[in-house]
């Protein structure tokens, strides 16, 4: 196997890795602004690897769409992750806290799980 087809197999591979982190971060992280943040920094790594992985193994070929590629999408993940988790703020989802009593169940129904009881404001 030659030199490129070694690094471009490495290249795949770590894509692959950091595909899989951020599916996992997807299913075990409690809520939105978690999972958001997990999925968005990993995801976006292993789509750049894979570019890379295209990059060498194609050997030249096609180098300034897939360089056009990468940036397109240095530039939309983190933006579109933003929006996702700025409008969740707007609408007023509340980031779970270790302490707020709702249990986490990654295969409970969005909305289904025990609410966060009010006190009217008062810490205890």
């Known amino acids: 196997m030659r030199p490129g ?5 490495g290249l795949a591979v770590g894509s692959v890795a950091f595909t899989l982190v951020a599916v996992v971060g997807l299913y075990r992280l409690p809520d939105l602004y978690a999972r958001a943040h997990a999925t968005s920094k990993a995801d976006t790594l292993g789509a750049l690897l ?5 990059g060498v193994a194609l050997g030249g070929e096609g180098g300034v769409k897939l360089a056009l590629l990468a940036v397109f999408l240095l530039a939309t993940a983190p933006t579109a992750a933003h929006a996702v988790v700025r409008a969740a703020h707007d609408q007023g989802i509340e980031p779970w806290t270790r302490g707020d009593g709702r249990a986490r169940d990654p295969d409970a129904e969005p909305g289904t799980g025990p609410e966060r009881e009010s006190d009217g404001g008062a810490d205890g």
């Open 5 to 9: 087809g070694v690094l471009a197999a």
């Open 50 to 54: 894979g570019l890379g992985a295209a």
